[in-house]
């Protein structure tokens, strides 16, 4: 018997303008997107947007229904247009950001378990670490790939 250890590293931000430029174009753009979300229920208006190799944006937010189940998170929102809309395009990073009444929230919000398995896959598509930033308004948190959200990730392809 062996023991394991699997060990997760990130940085720590305190505030947008402590991004390089394009990470704070992105997690900008994340908190633009909370203003596209549809959630009569939770009031909870999460953001997500996808950056491309070439540096194209897309956004997405989280989309609520009625039929509890058929509503959809921002982060699978976002990502699921980005593949539909440009398949042959790398996926590099994406940033979520979260509020409620027009404000966004301190704390980062982290993405489900869901949203973590789809970013994976999406990750092994582009054939390359995909960023992830989760964006607060007191604190930033990044990680280089999505295997530090989610380790041992099942991949089948
Ligand atoms: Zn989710």
Request: proline share 4%.
């Amino acid at each position: 018997m062996t023991n394991k250890e699997i060990k997760i590293a990130w940085r720590e931000y305190y505030g947008l303008d402590e991004l390089d430029v394009q990470d704070r174009e992105l997690a900008q753009a994340a908190i633009d997107a909370t203003a596209l979300s549809y959630a009569p229920y939770s009031g909870f208006n999460v953001g997500a947007a996808v950056l491309f190799e070439d540096g194209e944006i897309v956004k997405g937010a989280n989309q609520e229904n009625a039929a509890y189940p058929s509503g959809l998170c921002a982060e699978r929102t976002a990502l699921f247009y980005a593949s539909a809309s440009r398949p042959d395009k790398a996926m590099t990073a994406i940033a979520i950001a979260a509020g409620q009444n027009g404000k966004i929230c301190d704390m980062p919000a982290t993405p489900c378990g869901a949203c973590r398995q789809v970013m994976a896959q999406y990750q092994t598509k582009s054939g390359r670490p995909m960023k992830v930033i989760l964006v607060g308004e007191k604190l930033i948190w990044s990680f280089d790939k999505v295997d530090d959200l989610l380790p041992l990730i099942f991949d089948s392809i």
